[in-house]
């Protein structure tokens, strides 16, 4: 079954203590990408990749890090968390083909940050 | 920078009726992207808009592009309960297709009322 997994799903953490969120897909996709969404907001895009080692700035990369050393794998690094990091995050894959590209997204990341 | 704007923010509307969902974007961009997010769920890609007079169809959606006027829309037909959702637009402004910087309108709450 075509999967992008998040963990942990839920996670409350203080400020300053570094955190990691994972992410993983299974459809050999090369372009991955991490959103937060918060109310009021809408979805705000973090960072993209679009291969190993390939990582560009979304819209809201500040105190957050992303690697990707696997084409599956695209973990966000949250080094110093602060409350403003509070927020639902989902991660996104996507593989473009004849002029359709589908993100599958996974189920979502809650991150509270105290 | 760009600011994309979706209108109305909520909608309540009758089963049977038609309605049309606005996403009006600031900056030039010929790519756009419609979602839908039901409540407490992940997104779901519905639409990628290409060109300048794209039109894609999906069951009771159908989506538009307007690249001139900077105007994208999502016009439901006969609207039926399932419909409920929230519907985001998303417009690119990158040059690579998939590889995209993504900025996403603040998104539409749509109610069908049997």
């Known amino acids: 079954e075509a999967q992008v997994t998040q963990n942990p799903r839920y996670l409350i953490t203080v400020t300053g203590k570094k955190l990691t969120v994972t992410c993983s897909q299974n459809?050999?996709?090369?372009?991955m990408s991490w959103y937060r969404q918060d109310p009021g907001l809408g979805l705000r895009q973090i960072y993209y990749s679009m291969n190993v080692e390939v990582t560009d700035k979304g819209d809201v990369p500040e105190g957050y890090k992303v690697s990707r050393k696997e084409k599956r794998n695209f973990p966000l690094i949250l080094e110093s968390p602060s409350p403003n990091q509070t927020s639902l995050y989902f991660c996104?894959?996507?593989?473009?083909?004849?002029?359709?590209?589908?993100?599958?997204f996974g189920a979502g990341t809650r991150l509270s940050v105290l | 920078e760009l600011k994309v704007e979706q209108n109305p923010l909520f909608l309540s509307m009758q089963e049977g009726k038609n309605y049309t969902i606005y996403c009006n974007y600031s900056t030039t961009s010929d790519r756009l992207y419609w979602y839908r997010q039901d409540p407490g769920k992940s997104l779901e890609s519905l639409f990628v808009?290409?060109?300048?007079?794209a039109v894609k169809q999906e069951g009771r959606l159908m989506a538009s592009l307007d690249t001139k006027a900077r105007l994208s829309t999502l016009h439901i037909t006969a609207a039926v309960h399932d419909l409920s959702a929230t519907y985001f637009c998303?417009?690119?402004?990158?040059?690579?297709?998939?590889?995209?910087?993504?900025?996403f309108g603040t998104g539409t709450r749509l109610t069908i009322i049997p």
């Open positions: 996104a894959s996507s593989s473009p083909r004849r002029g359709k590209n589908i993100q599958y």
């Open positions: 998303a417009v690119a402004h990158s040059f690579n297709f998939g590889n995209e910087k993504l900025t």
């Open positions: 808009l290409l060109s300048n007079g």
């Open positions: 459809m050999n996709h090369e372009y």
